[in-house]
């Protein structure tokens, strides 16, 4: 069993994978050594760790993973099962990275963007020959309420509610429509770019705030919410020179 971990900005997620089926999965706020093996299930079939770290991750957490089992830390130096085209890499998401990883597996020999809604919007593009070719950033839902009332005088800082109206008809209501409806429209604006380009492209979305825009963007997409979780349990499982083929998408196309 594998254990692997998304140490991420906000939420750090733990999950154990037989072969290549999850059968556990926790989030947290927090992540130490103690908490996780607190949590954890199952430890003592569990026979090898991945970890990927935004880089706030604590060392000691690190140092029991390397001392308890087979563990890799993802890193640019770690082999991945795709051909990685970026031109920084040591300075590419972990992330976004494991992301394509899986995205290839289960779409094989096809282009694909692989679009988070998190902390950050990410999209990543890896062609048919399973070059990942680099992507886009933007901020994400909270980053961007965030902006708005550090760097004004007067807007307050608001909280996720569901999708507005277009037109605002108070400040509160203005703020969500802006920063709602205007990632909506750079969601379908940029992959309208892609499948310009790139007509049968396949479109993936993940991220904590995905269910927010699953249902609101215009084009063809797959909802696949743990993508990352499953590219670092295939980069895994590819590094202990085993194959194991994830199963094709679960979520219909919308």
Same mark, same amino acid.
């Given at each position: 069993?594998? @254990?692997?971990?998304?140490?991420?900005?906000?939420?750090?997620?733990?999950?154990?994978?037989?072969?290549?089926?999850?059968?556990?999965?926790?989030?947290?706020?927090?992540? *130490?050594?103690?908490? !996780?093996?607190?949590?954890?299930?199952?430890?003592?079939?569990?026979?090898?760790?991945?970890?990927?770290? /935004? #880089?706030?991750?604590?060392?000691? @957490?690190?140092?029991?993973?390397?001392?308890?089992?087979?563990?890799?830390? !993802?890193?640019?130096?770690?082999?991945?099962?795709?051909?990685?085209?970026?031109?920084?890499?040591? /300075?590419?998401?972990?992330?976004?990275?494991?992301?394509?990883?899986?995205?290839?597996?289960? %779409?094989?020999?096809?282009?694909?963007?692989?679009?988070?809604?998190?902390?950050?919007?990410?999209? *990543? +593009?890896?062609?048919?020959?399973?070059?990942?070719?680099?992507?886009?950033?933007?901020?994400?839902?909270?980053?961007? %309420?965030?902006?708005?009332? /550090? +760097?004004?005088?007067?807007?307050?800082?608001?909280?996720?509610?569901?999708?507005?109206? !277009? /037109? #605002?008809?108070?400040?509160?209501?203005?703020?969500?429509?802006?920063?709602?409806?205007?990632?909506?429209?750079?969601?379908?604006?940029?992959?309208?770019?892609?499948?310009?380009?790139?007509?049968?492209?396949?479109?993936?979305?993940?991220?904590?705030?995905?269910?927010? %825009?699953?249902?609101?963007?215009?084009?063809?997409? %797959?909802?696949?919410?743990?993508?990352? @979780?499953?590219?670092?349990?295939?980069?895994?499982? +590819?590094?202990?020179?085993?194959?194991?083929?994830?199963?094709?998408?679960?979520?219909?196309?919308?």
């Amino acid at each position: 069993m594998n @254990l692997v971990i998304d140490y991420g900005n906000t939420l750090k997620k733990i999950a154990l994978y037989d072969r290549q089926n999850m059968v556990y999965f926790k989030p947290f706020r927090e992540l *130490d050594a103690t908490i !996780l093996c607190h949590h954890l299930p199952e430890k003592e079939q569990i026979r090898a760790a991945i970890l990927a770290s /935004t #880089g706030n991750c604590p060392q000691e @957490l690190i140092q029991w993973l390397n001392s308890s089992y087979r563990f890799i830390e !993802l890193t640019e130096q770690v082999p991945v099962p795709i051909t990685n085209r970026y031109e920084t890499p040591l /300075t590419l998401g972990k992330d976004r990275l494991a992301a394509v990883v899986a995205a290839q597996e289960r %779409f094989p020999r096809q282009d694909i963007l692989a679009v988070s809604a998190g902390t950050c919007i990410t999209y *990543d +593009f890896i062609n048919a020959s399973k070059e990942y070719l680099g992507g886009s950033i933007s901020p994400g839902i909270h980053m961007r %309420f965030k902006a708005l009332h /550090t +760097f004004t005088a007067h807007l307050p800082l608001i909280e996720m509610a569901p999708p507005p109206r !277009l /037109t #605002g008809e108070n400040t509160e209501e203005s703020i969500l429509s802006g920063v709602m409806n205007g990632i909506v429209a750079e969601m379908n604006g940029i992959i309208h770019q892609y499948r310009q380009e790139y007509p049968d492209i396949k479109i993936i979305l993940s991220g904590g705030d995905a269910n927010y %825009f699953e249902k609101r963007l215009k084009n063809n997409i %797959f909802a696949i919410p743990n993508i990352v @979780l499953e590219g670092l349990n295939l980069i895994l499982s +590819f590094n202990l020179g085993e194959k194991h083929s994830i199963r094709p998408a679960a979520v219909d196309p919308d």
